[in-house]
């Protein structure tokens, strides 16, 4: 019984990613917060794994990684230490003890969803499967969406 559970989550985490609809997004920030306080217990957007674009005053566009269903893996090729890896559960992760902050992944990311603070890559890792930033935005501007 416990097994089929966990597999039935593995497959659920397999077929999503957090999917971004520009037009809703207000620019309230509250993902990257929400972010931050899930990975790290505080309020820093250089660290969050989704980022906001200020375009205009009335243009905001969330990044977000897609976790290879809208690229292809580009991070993963430009990466030359091996730090980041797709994981049996579909989630593309970095592996901190292996990143130098070279910034080639951020520089590949076709979509800008991988940024570099204090040299270390930060990207979207779904919260393990139940993204908060899909759970906290009001306007609906971010939906966990099947591959
Ligand atoms: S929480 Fe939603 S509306 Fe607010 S900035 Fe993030 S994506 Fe945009
Ligand atoms: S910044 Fe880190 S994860 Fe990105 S390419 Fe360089 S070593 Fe790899």
Redesign the pocket.
Known sequence: MLSTIFLNKILIILLMYVKAIPENCSGCMVCETVCTMEHFGVINRYKSGIRIERKSVTEDIPHVCSQGNECNYECIA??K?D??EKGDDGIVR?IEE?????????LACPLNAIH?HEKM?YKCDLCGGEPKCVKYCSQNALQLVEG
């Open positions: 430009a990466c230490f730090a980041i970095v292996k990143c130098v902050g070279c910034r080639m992944c951020e570099i890559a």
